[in-house]
């Protein structure tokens, strides 16, 4: 799986917790290229989305996360990256 | 009153009454009556009594029935060791229920370590045994019928019935007493074989299949059946029969049983197959409990209020009793049900409970007295605390046009207790991409949606047309892994 498909997976579940912005081609092309790599305080999610993030994170990566656990991460590019090299490991 | 005695009393009165028909023969009661009395004092010439168990492995339609008539007559308990079963199955069945011989037709019926009775050579001996007494009066409450459940949820349950159990069912059913009734599954399969024996109990005549390969509606409008009674997968082959040749004859009323008989399915069939759809709910241990006429299809996927005899109640958590259309569990009370399992306490210290059965099914009684069934309750999927149940989602994803059926199962999370996930079968020139129906589901389930969902060629069914959900788990296990 290349970069471009993890951060699909993130996009996937920024929608299914019902984040808009993921929706706008505005922000979803840029991230899917890797031009765009927003931090997360400055996305806001609430935790229904941040659930549905972890969710989709398991159910097409298979990589176990708990919602409390996206705080580590600086931006959601940062998230994508650390999954890349997990799924790489 | 034996299942002897009863047929004895058809065959007095009403002996040119066809009792069972088939695509080359028809059987009057007088007939059967005789020829499960002239086999029953072969199968005693031959041996066997009412100590021993015996498998019967016996595929031709007529054949099974009148082998079972005769065992029943002469008291020896039966179990069905179905000819499509691999042998080391049919062993450990036949262990189960303590089975001293098999009755069967040919030697690859046979089993290791158990004494064989080929059917031929039982008939071979009919002659010899002309003139020898026919038998004395038995107790009809020892349990002569072992039948086993579909095994959807591990290796199969087995129930154990007397004469006075299945005569107890047989009238609290359906009246077949005028009636000819078609049941195309086999007569291996129980509830098949309830089915015919409630007919013959009641004295109405079973139209058998038996091999035949025509369609549904030509067959039931060659035999005159007056009642056609179906799976939800011979449901829908039902439907593409009709397509072909036609819709039923206006006389034929349709019985769905079984599974969960979709709106989809009911909607198509009304439409197109017959008016007189008919859906039950029923269990092997307690036979039917509720039957939802035709003008009572909706969207609800009701299975009609609890026949008469029946008791039902559906329960909180607390095991209070639930109000008019709260979701609970289910429990029955039925004339002749079972009291528990045959060689498994556990299961039946679960099941059976002060009285009654417990099947683990999910339900609603409401205000109008239809019972609606959600599911079982061990498959309900809790994630991040929220209730899910695999029917709601399954009855949104048949609402796609694509769709023909789906089944929903959750995928194990240590974080998240269990992520709802389906697989759907669509239907014949459909396209549509898991993707789609995700968001398709959303759209209407918000976050009880399945996560994922995958397009099968076809959903793995048992041969009564349930979906194997172990199987659905298992594959996407695999594929995790």
């Given at each position: 799986?290349?970069?471009?498909?993890?951060?699909?997976?993130?996009?996937?579940?920024?929608?299914?917790?019902?984040?808009?912005?993921?929706?706008?081609?505005?922000?979803?092309?840029?991230?899917?290229?890797?031009?765009?790599?927003?931090?997360?305080?400055?996305?806001?999610?609430?935790?229904?989305?941040?659930?549905?993030?972890?969710?989709?994170?398991?159910?097409?990566?298979?990589?176990?996360?708990?919602?409390?656990?996206?705080?580590?991460?600086?931006?959601?590019?940062?998230?994508?990256?650390?999954?890349?090299?997990?799924?790489?490991? | 009153m034996t299942f002897a005695e009863r047929?004895?009393?058809?065959?007095?009165?009403?002996?040119?009454?066809?009792?069972?028909?088939?695509?080359?023969?028809?059987?009057?009661?007088?007939?059967?009556?005789?020829?499960?009395?002239?086999?029953?004092?072969?199968?005693?010439?031959?041996?066997?009594?009412?100590?021993?168990?015996?498998?019967?492995?016996?595929?031709?339609?007529?054949?099974?029935?009148?082998?079972?008539?005769?065992?029943l007559?002469?008291g020896?308990?039966?179990?069905?060791?179905?000819?499509?079963?691999?042998?080391?199955?049919?062993?450990?069945?036949?262990?189960?229920?303590?089975?001293?011989?098999?009755?069967?037709?040919?030697?690859?019926?046979?089993?290791?370590?158990?004494?064989?009775?080929?059917?031929?050579?039982?008939?071979?001996?009919?002659?010899?045994?002309?003139?020898?007494?026919?038998?004395?009066?038995r107790d009809p409450s020892r349990r002569l019928l072992?039948?086993?459940?579909?095994?959807?949820?591990?290796?199969?349950?087995?129930?154990?019935y007397a004469e006075r159990d299945l005569a107890k069912?047989?009238?609290?059913?359906?009246?077949?007493?005028?009636?000819?009734?078609?049941?195309?599954?086999?007569?291996?399969?129980?509830?098949?074989?309830?089915?015919?024996l409630?007919?013959?109990w009641?004295?109405?005549?079973?139209?058998?299949?038996?091999?035949?390969?025509?369609?549904?509606?030509?067959?039931?409008?060659?035999?005159?059946?007056?009642?056609?009674?179906?799976?939800?997968?011979?449901?829908?082959?039902?439907?593409?029969?009709?397509?072909?040749?036609?819709?039923?004859?206006?006389?034929?009323?349709?019985?769905?049983?079984?599974?969960?008989?979709?709106?989809?399915?009911?909607?198509?069939?009304?439409?197109?197959?017959?008016?007189?759809?008919?859906?039950?709910?029923?269990?092997?241990?307690?036979?039917?409990?509720?039957?939802?006429?035709?003008?009572?299809?909706?969207?609800?996927?009701?299975?009609?209020?609890?026949?008469?005899?029946?008791?039902?109640?559906?329960?909180?958590?607390?095991?209070?009793?639930?109000?008019?259309?709260?979701?609970?569990?289910?429990?029955?009370?039925?004339?002749?049900?079972?009291?528990?399992?045959?060689?498994?306490?556990?299961?039946?210290?679960?099941?059976?409970?002060?009285?009654?059965?417990?099947?683990?099914?999910?339900?609603?009684?409401?205000?109008?007295?239809?019972?609606?069934?959600?599911?079982?309750?061990?498959?309900?999927?809790?994630?991040?605390?929220?209730?899910?149940?695999?029917?709601?989602?399954?009855?949104?994803?048949?609402?796609?046009?694509?769709?023909?059926?789906?089944?929903?199962?959750?995928?194990?999370?240590?974080?998240?207790?269990?992520?709802?996930?389906?697989?759907?079968?669509?239907?014949?020139?459909?396209?549509?991409?898991?993707?789609?129906?995700?968001?398709?589901?959303?759209?209407?389930?918000?976050?009880?949606?399945?996560?994922?969902?995958?397009?099968?060629?076809?959903?793995?069914?048992?041969?009564?047309?349930?979906?194997?959900?172990?199987?659905?788990?298992?594959?996407?296990?695999?594929?995790?892994?």
């Amino acid at each position: 799986m290349d970069a471009r498909a993890v951060r699909q997976v993130l996009i996937d579940g920024l929608e299914a917790g019902g984040f808009a912005q993921a929706r706008r081609t505005t922000f979803r092309e840029p991230f899917l290229d890797g031009t765009l790599d927003p931090a997360f305080d400055d996305l806001e999610l609430d935790s229904l989305a941040r659930m549905e993030v972890c969710i989709a994170i398991e159910v097409a990566l298979g990589i176990s996360l708990a919602p409390e656990e996206l705080q580590r991460y600086r931006s959601l590019g940062a998230l994508a990256d650390d999954l890349l090299v997990r799924l790489a490991a | 009153m034996t299942f002897a005695e009863r047929l004895a009393g058809h065959a007095q009165r009403r002996a040119d009454a066809p009792a069972l028909v088939t695509p080359c023969a028809t059987i009057t009661y007088g007939a059967l009556a005789q020829e499960v009395g002239s086999l029953a004092r072969a199968l005693r010439h031959s041996g066997v009594d009412a100590a021993e168990i015996v498998g019967v492995t016996v595929r031709g339609e007529v054949d099974h029935l009148v082998v079972t008539l005769a065992l029943l007559a002469i008291g020896t308990p039966t179990v069905v060791l179905a000819s499509r079963e691999p042998a080391a199955s049919r062993g450990r069945l036949a262990a189960r229920v303590g089975v001293a011989r098999v009755l069967g037709e040919r030697s690859v019926d046979s089993i290791a370590g158990l004494r064989f009775l080929a059917l031929d050579a039982v008939r071979a001996g009919m002659r010899a045994a002309e003139g020898e007494p026919d038998g004395t009066s038995r107790d009809p409450s020892r349990r002569l019928l072992y039948l086993t459940g579909s095994g959807t949820t591990g290796e199969p349950k087995i129930v154990a019935y007397a004469e006075r159990d299945l005569a107890k069912h047989a009238d609290a059913h359906i009246d077949y007493s005028r009636e000819r009734v078609l049941r195309p599954a086999h007569v291996e399969y129980n509830n098949s074989k309830r089915l015919r024996l409630y007919t013959l109990w009641q004295g109405g005549t079973c139209v058998l299949a038996d091999g035949s390969t025509d369609a549904l509606p030509v067959l039931c409008a060659r035999h005159d059946a007056t009642w056609l009674e179906v799976s939800p997968v011979h449901g829908a082959s039902l439907l593409a029969a009709v397509r072909e040749h036609g819709p039923l004859p206006s006389r034929t009323r349709v019985r769905i049983g079984g599974a969960r008989a979709p709106i989809g399915l009911r909607r198509a069939l009304l439409a197109e197959a017959t008016p007189r759809l008919h859906v039950s709910y029923g269990t092997t241990e307690t036979s039917c409990v509720s039957l939802a006429g035709p003008s009572m299809h909706d969207a609800r996927e009701s299975v009609g209020p609890p026949v008469a005899g029946a008791e039902v109640e559906v329960l909180r958590a607390d095991r209070s009793p639930a109000a008019p259309g709260e979701s609970g569990t289910i429990r029955l009370r039925t004339p002749g049900m079972a009291t528990g399992y045959v060689d498994d306490d556990d299961a039946t210290a679960r099941h059976f409970r002060d009285g009654w059965f417990e099947p683990g099914d999910l339900a609603t009684l409401d205000v109008d007295g239809q019972l609606v069934i959600h599911g079982r309750a061990d498959d309900m999927m809790i994630m991040n605390g929220i209730n899910i149940y695999p029917v709601e989602i399954e009855r949104i994803l048949e609402r796609h046009p694509a769709v023909e059926s789906a089944a929903a199962f959750p995928l194990a999370s240590g974080v998240h207790g269990q992520i709802p996930v389906a697989a759907v079968e669509l239907r014949a020139g459909m396209r549509c991409a898991g993707g789609e129906l995700v968001a398709f589901a959303r759209d209407l389930l918000g976050v009880r949606a399945p996560r994922r969902i995958e397009v099968l060629a076809a959903l793995p069914r048992n041969a009564q047309g349930k979906v194997l959900k172990r199987e659905l788990v298992a594959g996407l296990a695999r594929e995790e892994g």
